[in-house]
């Protein structure tokens, strides 16, 4: 547990956060950028004030992130090779055209690529599907006049259903690992959850103010 120290530094950084905003309501930062201070302030309060955080724990948390890193450069990497090897080859045009000859309409196109990602996501993460299907797919939603931001949120439903998705579900196996549980404990637990994720895709198919009107109304000018 954080101590009385520790959480008297917290208050005080919110309070100096706060009482900037109120002066200069301008960001000091980027999301991104403020996920990286918080990981700062984390290790302060961890390693030198509740000393909770060991040397040899930060050594083996630091490690791991690496790797993950890099995993994930990796896949950014090669998925900009694949980007521009499809470009170069006209694999979009070739694509868009089949689309036409074969009468593909948008809810069509979207069904299927509802399917391919939940298929996907049985057996990838998300940034990874993310990475090898969109320099195919996003063009041609393009083609068809479906919305980006649109797209964009189906997009992320859709790969999280696939991660929960039995048998072979990565979401699943993290649970697992987190509580202990069974297997098919774990799989009829989650039920609800891809409901209502099905539910949110079916939801903002028919509704797609709900997706466009807040970002409608702060790029308007």
Not at 172 to 185: D, Y
Request: hydrophobic share 55%; proline share 5%; glycine share 8%.
């Amino acid at each position: 547990m954080v101590g009385p120290v520790g959480r008297n530094l917290g208050g005080h950084l919110i309070r100096a956060v706060g009482e900037h905003f109120k002066r200069d309501p301008v960001a000091v930062f980027t999301p991104t950028e403020a996920g990286a201070v918080l990981v700062v302030y984390a290790l302060f309060v961890g390693v030198v004030i509740s000393k909770e955080i060991k040397w040899t724990e930060l050594k083996k948390a630091t490690t791991a992130s690496t790797r993950m890193s890099l995993m994930i450069l990796s896949i950014v990497a090669g998925a900009s090779i694949y980007g521009a090897v499809i470009a170069q080859n006209q694999l979009i045009n070739v694509l868009i055209a089949k689309c036409q000859a074969l009468q593909i309409t948008a809810p069509i196109f979207l069904l299927i690529a509802l399917c391919i990602l939940i298929i996907l996501g049985m057996f990838m993460e998300s940034v990874s599907i993310m990475m090898i299907t969109l320099p195919i797919t996003f063009p041609i939603a393009m083609a068809m006049g479906i919305n980006p931001l649109w797209f964009g949120v189906f997009y992320i439903i859709s790969s999280e259903v696939g991660l929960l998705t039995p048998p072979v579900g990565l979401n699943l196996f993290i649970l697992q690992n987190v509580t202990n549980q069974r297997q098919s404990l774990i799989i009829k637990a989650t039920y609800p959850f891809l409901l209502m994720m099905l539910l949110s895709i079916a939801i903002i198919y028919f509704f797609p103010g709900i997706v466009t009107w807040i970002p409608g109304t702060m790029f308007a000018n």
